[in-house]
């Protein structure tokens, strides 16, 4: 079996994997971190964003192997000590969850499109949410959620 | 109003877990020595088993065991049940089929379940899976709902002649007849409510496990009721007694129905998890849940509606065939007769109804609940012939509204179709609906569109749903085999916190903090010091569960109930403390005072004393402060309101965009508006997916064409616009919180406001009609049949 070699979430991590394993097996199984979602199984719905070397990943879509050498962020390594992450904090206040299913790679495809688009408007949010979806709460707190992060985040 | 208490819109308590990743979903939980299961499914719609060559299976890696039906009968597992009896328009009883665990002689939908492969690890089991060879000699499908009850269809049961598990019918026929025959204006309309898959972003989970010590089971389930998929599991298909079973439904990603129902797959996990004595997990992946989850809708209906030269309305009727699929789900007879026929008043003062349903069974996934459930398909229906009705007689969809809305000094009032509507208020809710769109402007908004091609249109939806289900006596005299009251526990610490059990689930609602706040308010706690359990029926006393927007007003008043009890016995107890006679203590704001006086006992005191019984009442009360009540309604509740939007259709594209959504809802009183609305917008878009994206469509061989999410469309961030929520308050009678329910309405609004104001839109180029769900190619086909 072959072992890949990563960090994540700051942590040096080596495991035996099969060929076929993918990042999110790899992360829900063998690392335990369970936060990361599987809702699909043809990489429409998102659940399973992570940020792989600082960007977002759909995990279910990747390979454990590829991500050789890379750094892995999920959803449990973002809050400081204890204090939400603002993007983690603003869909609190603005109620961008229900179930909570969705919300981890919500969360993570958030912060992504943060850093890559400073300046985000409702259109331009809504957009970029095409490859999460959300069953409960019709988008409506999530756009506002993002947006009210977003200017969390650059203040 | 305290900032935490009723009317607040306190933050979430369960957002925490959530956000950072902690949450406890089922797939989340993994028991020491866990194996895994895989199930083969039938690729074809309708064929008969063979030999079932599980000998490769069973030799692959890792596998530890294969099962067939066969196995499970000879084991005597019995069949899962529909809880619904119908009593069919003849008098006879329906015709209700069994549906086996695992199938045995026949498989009837792409994805039945004809064997089990338990193996250590899920990449074994699904290999072995593939080894797994099923002799079938296939049959013609019968997949067309207006075919399906021929004579000359294929056949599914052979306890069902012409697939027709019943026909049943509500309302006055005779005089339906009468009130056609008096008409000056008929209005008709034949319309089909698209097939939708419930798409939980959660798959369902299974994870079983045999404690060999004392011969009991666990089952962790994604399930949106833990009692009752208890009972069915004991009672009817007979695997492990209800007291040596508990089952526990964590954290469940979203429901909208299908999470209500006993599936296939938990029997036969836990069943097998008793064979192999090893804790068994199933995953659902979503072409699984495509193929397996209850869908829900799927009616084609004709109806008609008769009026005076006034437009009032003095009759309706209603032909409806329902499609089951190929086996009974748990409640499937359930929603296209009393979640449906029952509806059929509407807000209107129809003189006379009659609704027939024949309902039928197919080669398709089975049919059952959906977010409404029956309510969004009786919507539609009359709120489409309401607009049709107004179109014939040249009259404004909002005054053909006015002119037939039930008075508001007519409540209680009797339907014509059993239900008795017990508040009401309907004409300030469309106006204010109205008013925020500004109705009045709106032909200047028409014409502003029209100058840049594109054609504008309005949609009015006004509901009432019936919730809060349900009063157990009156489901039982309908052929319920269950009742529906909820459960409540109140139960105080020593230290004076509080833990609330409830047999209301949570996958979504926001019960943790909602619940919380009743309590709160209740009893003078604090929220922080106020945790709400549910979905474990080993800790909790009995429940019925989520659905049909009942866990406020039935889960929420169960609480209100225990917290009575508290506050009586603290009654008592603090009039010891106190020294002075119990009707001299009041209770406000957490505090037993006596009245008059400076002199109080707070309730954590009271809770000290009853768990550290040195100066106490032992006489009078027993030690403790844990109270458990029982809440059954003595009605439904009925919630109602108006949606309106906007739409802008290109009639060169048929692409739909709907420019604004104005929702205003009678919930009765509210506790937590944030909430409220988040439940309202997330109705809206699923009821917007229904009218413009969502359909499950099978071919002729009931090859399901649109089985993930590649191919059924699911609505994104930009099919749905942002929405304004506003509402009328007409509290609920009834119960003591005044509640209704909110879960479900948007989606039993949605559809209607929407194809409504596409219809309205394209109303000057002769378009009357535009199925669902109304997507590009539907509504451009639908533009150039118009024109010719």
């Known amino acids: ?155 | 109003m305290a900032d935490d208490g009723i009317g607040a819109s306190v933050r979430r308590k369960e957002d925490q877990r959530f956000l950072t990743g902690k949450g406890h979903f089922t797939d989340d939980i993994s028991r020491p020595g866990q194996v895994y299961a895989r199930f083969v499914r039938s690729p074809h719609a309708h064929a008969s088993i063979g030999n079932i060559d599980t000998s490769a299976a069973l030799s692959a890696p890792g596998v530890l065991g294969v099962y067939t039906g066969k196995d499970l009968a000879e084991d005597g597992v019995g069949a899962v049940p529909c809880g619904w009896t119908i009593t069919q328009t003849n008098g006879e009883l329906w015709n209700a089929p069994p549906h086996e665990v695992l199938a045995t002689e026949k498989v009837r939908y792409v994805g039945d379940q004809v064997a089990l492969v338990v193996a250590e690890t899920l990449e074994q089991a699904r290999d072995a899976a593939e080894l797994v060879s099923v002799e079938y000699e296939v049959l013609s499908a019968n997949v067309k709902l207006d075919q399906a009850s021929n004579s000359d269809t294929a056949q599914l049961h052979e306890s069902v002649p012409n697939n027709t598990c019943f026909v049943w019918g509500l309302g006055d026929e005779e005089a339906t007849k009468s009130a056609f025959n008096r008409a000056k204006h008929i209005a008709k309309l034949d319309l089909y409510n698209n097939r939708l898959v419930p798409n939980a972003i959660e798959p369902r989970v299974a994870l079983a496990e045999r404690d060999s010590g004392d011969d009991s089971c666990t089952l962790y389930v994604t399930s949106q009721n833990p009692h009752l998929a208890r009972v069915i599991l004991s009672a009817f298909v007979g695997l492990v007694p209800e007291h040596k079973l508990r089952v526990v439904s964590p954290d469940v990603g979203g429901g909208f129905g299908s999470k209500i129902f006993v599936y296939t797959e938990e029997c036969a996990v836990l069943w097998a998890a008793k064979q192999i004595d090893r804790p068994i997990k199933w995953t659902a992946d979503r072409s699984e849940s495509f193929l397996s989850d209850a869908h829900g809708r799927d009616h084609l209906t004709h109806v008609e509606m008769a009026m005076d030269d006034d437009g009032k309305f003095l009759g309706m009727r209603v032909d409806t065939t329902a499609n089951m699929g190929a086996y009974l789900s748990n409640f499937a007879s359930l929603i296209p007769t009393y979640l449906h026929g029952t509806l059929m008043q509407g807000l209107y003062t129809t003189e006379a109804i009659y609704c027939e349903v024949t309902a039928v069974f197919t080669n398709t996934t089975p049919v059952d609940a959906v977010r409404g459930a029956g309510r969004p398909e009786a919507t539609y229906l009359i709120e489409r012939i309401v607009d049709e009705s107004a179109r014939i007689m040249g009259l404004d969809p909002a005054e053909i509204r006015r002119r037939n809305f039930i008075p508001s000094d007519a409540f209680p009032y009797q339907t014509q179709v059993a239900l008795e509507y017990d508040s009401g208020n309907y004409g300030p809710a469309l106006d204010k609906a109205l008013s925020t769109l500004d109705y009045k402007n709106f032909e200047t908004r028409r014409a502003n569109s029209e100058t840049e091609g594109k054609y504008r249109g309005v949609g009015i939806s006004s509901y009432i749903e019936a919730c809060g289900l349900a009063p157990s006596q009156v489901i039982g005299s309908l052929g319920a085999g269950i009742g529906q009251f909820e459960a409540a526990e109140i139960r105080f610490n020593a230290t004076g916190n509080v833990t609330v059990f409830t047999g209301s689930h949570s996958h979504g609602q926001g019960h943790e903090t909602t619940f919380a706040q009743v309590a709160s308010e209740r009893l003078g706690v604090p929220i922080e010091d106020i945790d709400v359990v549910h979905g474990d029926s080993g800790r909790i006393p009995f429940g019925y569960g989520t659905y049909g927007s009942r866990s406020l007003a039935v889960g929420g008043s169960a609480i209100v109930k225990a917290a009575d009890k508290i506050i009586e016995k603290g009654r008592k107890i603090a009039a010891h403390l106190l020294e002075a006679s119990e009707s001299d203590i009041e209770f406000t704001d957490g505090n037993f005072t006596v009245t008059g006086t400076d002199r109080s006992k707070s309730i954590a005191e009271i809770a000290f004393a009853a768990y550290v019984p040195h100066n106490y009442p032992l006489d009078e009360v027993e030690p403790g402060l844990d109270e458990s009540a029982f809440y059954d309604p003595p009605n439904f509740t009925y919630p109602f309101g108006v949606h309106v939007c906007e739409v802008e259709v290109d009639a060169d594209t048929g692409e739909v965009s709907i420019e604004r959504w104005v929702a205003v809802d009678d919930f009765g009183n509210i506790i937590n508006p944030m909430i409220v609305h988040g439940q309202v917008h997330g109705g809206i878009a699923h009821g917007v997916g229904q009218a413009l994206l969502e359909n499950a469509v099978y071919d002729e061989s009931g090859q399901l064409l649109s089985g993930s999410f590649m191919d059924y469309c699911m609505p994104r961030a930009t099919d749905v616009p942002s929405f304004e929520i506003g509402q009328t308050v007409t509290p609920c009678p009834h119960n003591p919180l005044g509640v209704k329910g909110c879960g479900e309405a948007g989606a039993i609004a949605a559809p209607p406001a929407v194809i409504n104001g596409i219809v309205n839109a394209l109303s000057s180029l002769g378009v009357t009609h535009v199925e669902m769900p109304a997507t590009p190619q539907t509504v451009w086909q639908t533009i150039q049949n118009a024109k010719t």
């Open chain 1, 1 to 155: 079996m072959p072992t890949v070699s990563l960090t994540i979430n700051g942590k040096k991590v080596v495991a035996d994997v099969e060929g076929r394993t993918l990042l999110v097996q790899l992360l829900r199984e063998g690392q335990r971190l369970t936060g990361t979602h599987v809702g699909c199984d043809t990489s429409q719905c998102g659940a399973c964003v992570v940020h792989v070397n600082g960007k977002a990943v759909k995990s279910c879509t990747m390979l454990a192997l590829q991500a050789d050498d890379s750094e892995v962020e999920t959803i449990e390594s973002i809050a400081n000590e204890g204090e939400l992450h603002p993007m983690q904090a603003a869909f609190k206040e603005h109620h961008g969850l229900q179930c909570g299913f969705c919300t981890p790679g919500m969360v993570m495809a958030a912060i992504d499109m943060v850093n890559r688009i400073p300046n985000l408007d409702e259109e331009t949010v809504r957009h970029e949410l095409e490859g999460n979806f959300c069953r409960c709460t019709g988008y409506h707190n999530i756009v506002q959620a993002i947006l009210a992060g977003s200017k969390a985040m650059q203040s």
